[in-house]
């Protein structure tokens, strides 16, 4: 057991850039919220805040302007991190750390992490001198959730624990997630965290995963302003309005084929008749009905091409002559949707659809 103090093991330890650990409690006060005067300063905005950004995170909209507010921000604390002098010692550290984020920004910052999808996002902070500069910002959001925001500390205590496991650092991270747990005990995120790592489960996995989110964001927004210049080349040219395609001329063959009744069309399927001598050409005497008749004119020669396809009708009603024969009338006449002449109230519509 080495003596309190410097050592020459704890000298050459830090010569060859192998980190020297405290005790356990000194561990524990990294991540522990504040207890001091400047608490009070950090409460009220951490309440200032909350009512700016809590009715925005619950709108949908408003939550992702936040998210995206709230990871800038982070990122430019990250870039003051790396600007700051460095210092020995864990307490100079977080000292000087605390010096570089202001109150109203770690609230801002408390309050973004509360959204999961944002939390996730940060998360993917997790490798090289990206991680150990989160680090620093986890642990001191982790200092700044005071007084009854305790819980809001799962989000920043649960980011620690993750980089720490993610760096190689099982000791912290087992503690942060711990901590994590003891401000919220239903924080999914941290307790999913806490049981992979106690297990030795290798965190290579969950960096894979996040790698290939961040990439796959990278390769939407690289396909969102592809679209916008496309889009922006169209706007600049003549519009041009598409017309519908006109409707086709109706044939005999085709009217036949959408007038037909259920009774010919399961008759037919029945038989087995073939309809590959059907004429189709366009019947050149689709007319008024003449006065003083009862058929339209060409239903005659309709029906005659419609019994040579399909053979004989069967006998139905005197004064249709059958099923076939009412189907053949109403398809030799024109449809009323093409702007023709439809068939006339009153007339041989029994047995149609």
């Known amino acids: 057991m080495g003596l309190p103090g410097t050592s020459v093991l704890a000298a050459a330890a830090t010569y060859a850039g192998i980190q020297v650990r405290g005790t356990l409690r000194e561990l524990r006060a990294r991540l522990l919220p504040w207890e001091n005067a400047a608490a009070l300063e950090q409460e009220a905005a951490l309440d200032t805040a909350s009512m700016t950004l809590v009715p925005r995170l619950l709108d949908d909209v408003g939550r992702a302007s936040v998210a995206d507010e709230t990871l800038e921000l982070a990122g430019r604390i990250l870039d003051r991190f790396a600007e700051a002098q460095p210092v020995s010692g864990m307490l100079l550290a977080d000292l000087r750390d605390d010096e570089l984020l202001g109150c109203d920004e770690a609230a801002r910052l408390i309050l973004g992490l509360q959204d999961r999808a944002t939390r996730d996002r940060a998360a993917?902070?997790?490798?090289?001198?990206?991680?150990?500069?989160?680090?620093?910002?986890?642990?001191?959001?982790?200092?700044?959730?005071?007084?009854?925001?305790?819980?809001?500390?799962?989000?920043?205590?649960?980011?620690?624990?993750?980089?720490?496991?993610?760096?190689?650092?099982?000791?912290?991270?087992?503690?942060?997630?711990?901590?994590?747990?003891?401000?919220?005990?239903?924080?999914?995120?941290?307790?999913?965290?806490?049981?992979?790592?106690?297990?030795?489960?290798?965190?290579?996995?969950?960096?894979?995963?996040?790698?290939?989110?961040?990439?796959?964001?990278?390769?939407?927004?690289?396909?969102?302003?592809?679209?916008?210049?496309?889009?922006?080349?169209?706007?600049?040219?003549?519009?041009?309005?598409?017309q519908p395609d006109p409707e086709p001329t109706p044939t005999a063959g085709s009217s036949r084929r959408r007038r037909r009744s259920r009774s010919a069309a399961a008759a037919d399927t029945a038989s087995g008749r073939t309809r590959a001598g059907r004429d189709?050409?366009?019947?050149?005497?689709?007319?008024?009905?003449?006065?003083?008749?009862?058929?339209?004119?060409?239903?005659?020669?309709?029906?005659?091409?419609?019994?040579?396809?399909?053979?004989?009708?069967?006998?139905?009603?005197?004064?249709?002559?059958?099923?076939?024969?009412?189907?053949?009338r109403k398809a030799a006449m024109p449809c009323r949707d093409t702007g023709q002449e439809g068939v006339q109230p009153g007339h041989g519509t029994e047995g149609e659809e």
């Open 124 to 242: 993917e902070w997790m490798e090289g001198d990206e991680a150990a500069r989160a680090l620093r910002l986890w642990r001191t959001l982790a200092r700044r959730c005071v007084g009854p925001y305790g819980e809001h500390a799962a989000a920043p205590l649960t980011l620690a624990g993750w980089v720490a496991w993610s760096t190689g650092d099982e000791l912290e991270a087992r503690e942060a997630l711990a901590m994590a747990l003891g401000a919220d005990p239903d924080y999914l995120f941290a307790r999913l965290l806490h049981q992979a790592c106690n297990e030795g489960l290798d965190p290579e996995s969950i960096r894979t995963c996040l790698r290939a989110e961040r990439e796959g964001r990278g390769r939407a927004v690289v396909d969102h302003a592809m679209i916008r210049a496309h889009v922006a080349e169209a706007v600049g040219r003549e519009t041009v309005v598409p």
């Open 280 to 328: 189709t050409s366009t019947p050149t005497s689709l007319g008024r009905k003449p006065a003083g008749t009862t058929r339209p004119a060409g239903a005659a020669e309709a029906g005659l091409r419609l019994e040579r396809a399909t053979g004989p009708a069967r006998s139905g009603s005197a004064r249709t002559g059958g099923t076939r024969a009412r189907t053949s």
